[in-house]
Every structure is written in C-alpha cells, then in structure tokens.
C-alpha cells in the first residue's frame, strides 16, 4: 500500500496539479479546506499532510492544531507566500515538521515528504509497497 499523503489548499487548480505529481508514488487526498482535511484525516490515517497556511474559514495553522489533536502521528509540512516567518514559527511550535514556500520545485516537494515519511518511521523505499 502506498503511503497517503492528503494536499490541504484552498486553490483547486493547485490541488489537481499536486494530485497529478504525486498520485504514482503516494496515495493522494485532497481537501478545499480545513473542515475537510479533519474530515479525511478522520476517517483514515493519513501519513503526511501538506496545509495552505492561508485559507478562508479555517486557516492553515487552525486546521494543523486540529488535525495534530485529532491525529498526531501524522506529518503535517505547512506551504506559505514570501515572507510568512510568523506562520511558520506558530507552525512549527505547534508539530509541523517543516515548510515549504510557494513556488516550491518538484524536487523539494518530494525531498519533503520523503523526509516526512522517514521521521515517521516509514522507509522511503517501501512506500510503494506498503
């Protein structure tokens, strides 16, 4: 089974093209917005979550503070515009593992929840088979 990995973000044009680069290697979810990810993530265990810090509603560190209540073995990597330095320091005190900033390469999308998915536990190589 491959390791699940559910986009948080409130561009639907950005959560198909993230389904479209990561749906061969991970079992991707994709939720609008907060309420939906808690909803996924819920439901299912979820692996690695990747949370819009700006989202209308619920807002990315709103929805990692509950998604980390309701699931804390879940890797959350938060995405922000330039310059968010203060989303991500209340991110990261609040169990992000990491960040990535908008504009972000495929590359460093990937390395990102490879080492997501080791600090859980999880050997990047087997996450095809799991």
């Known amino acids: 089974m491959k390791a699940k990995v559910l986009i948080v973000d409130d561009n639907v044009s950005f959560l198909h093209s993230m389904e479209f680069l990561l749906s061969g290697e991970y079992e991707v ?6 309420w939906e ?11 690695v979550a990747l949370i819009d810090v700006r989202m209308p509603g619920m807002n990315g ?8 209540a309701l699931s ?5 990597i938060v995405i922000t515009a330039h310059g968010e330095a203060e989303a ?13 900033e908008k504009g972000f390469s495929l590359q460093e999308l990937k390395e990102s929840i490879r080492e997501a998915l080791k600090r859980k536990g999880i050997d ?3 996450t095809r088979d799991r």
């Open 29 to 34: 979810y994709l939720a609008s917005d907060g």
């Open 124 to 126: 990047v190589a087997e």
């Open 61 to 68: 560190i709103e929805t990692l503070k509950r998604l980390k």
């Open 88 to 100: 991500v320091k209340a991110a990261l005190a609040m169990g992000a593992s990491g960040f990535l």
């Open 37 to 47: 990810a808690l909803r996924i993530a819920g439901e299912r265990e979820i692996d």
């Open 72 to 76: 804390p073995r879940t890797e959350v």
